[in-house]
């Protein structure tokens, strides 16, 4: 059976990573518009930097939680017929031990330079302006997808809903597209789709299933069910 699962905030919100949209996440004290815009880079460089740095650096003190654990046991079982697409730009599947994953909407540990397009690792700030390593221009940025630009990896992750018999969904509110739109495509190739959220997303109704709970809860369960077989 292959599967593919969608995570979004959600899943790491146990972790201790703030959401984006929950009370008390992300963007209180931040108009999205503030930081996650292409303009809002070119007009503020710095506000923009200093919010990324930040969470960069605040991603030392988390780790992963049994939500994102039980998907790295899946991966260990079931092998090239898993791949996590995710939303987030932590580092927490990676961490708890999965191997096929992508960041469609980047990576905070990563960097991006405008001059020369290079993508790299980045663990440092950037709002001092550290020159790029490859081409020396002080014009890096984070390397994550803001509102307006294509997410990454779009190709893999449509030829990966073609192929799939099952999509999950877990931990995002299905506000942002392309990725709310998985369902739908999923669906229209054939696969049965389950929804793992703390409460119904805005496209819950577009799901074969939906469960409501803690991530740490209904991942591992779920992971157990698949495992034991039908
Ligand atoms: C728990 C829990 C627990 C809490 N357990 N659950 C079609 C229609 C309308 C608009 C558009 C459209 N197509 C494109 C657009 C425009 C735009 C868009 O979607 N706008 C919307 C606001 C309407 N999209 C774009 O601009 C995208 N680009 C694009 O479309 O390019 C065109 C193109 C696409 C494809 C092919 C060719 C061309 C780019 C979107 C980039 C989004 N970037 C951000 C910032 C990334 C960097 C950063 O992190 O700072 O990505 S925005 C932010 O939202 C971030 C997230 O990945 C994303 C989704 O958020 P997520 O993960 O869903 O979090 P929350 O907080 O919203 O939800 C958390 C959920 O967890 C809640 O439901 C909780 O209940 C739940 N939860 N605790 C389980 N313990």
Known sequence: MRIVVLTGAGISAESGVPTFRDAGGLWEGHQVEDVATP??????????????????????D?????????LARLEAAVGDDLLVVTQNVDDLHERSGSRRVVHMHGELRAARCLACGVRQPWLDPLSHLPPCP???????????????EVPYDMDRIEEALGEADLFVSIGTSGAVYPAAGSVRLAAAY???TLELNL??????SMFDEARQGPATRLVPAWVAEVLSGP
Do not use: I, K
């Open 134 to 148: 490859r081409c020396g221009a002080a014009a890096l940025r984070p390397d994550v997808v803001w509102f307006g």
């Open 190 to 192: 054939g696969a049965r």
């Open 199 to 204: 409460e119904p997303s805005v496209g819950s």
């Open 62 to 70: 988390v780790a992963p939680n049994d939500a994102h654990r039980a």
């Open 39 to 60: 303009e809002a880079f070119a007009a503020q460089p710095h506000v923009v930097h200093s919010f990324y740095d930040a969470r960069r650096a605040a991603l030392r």
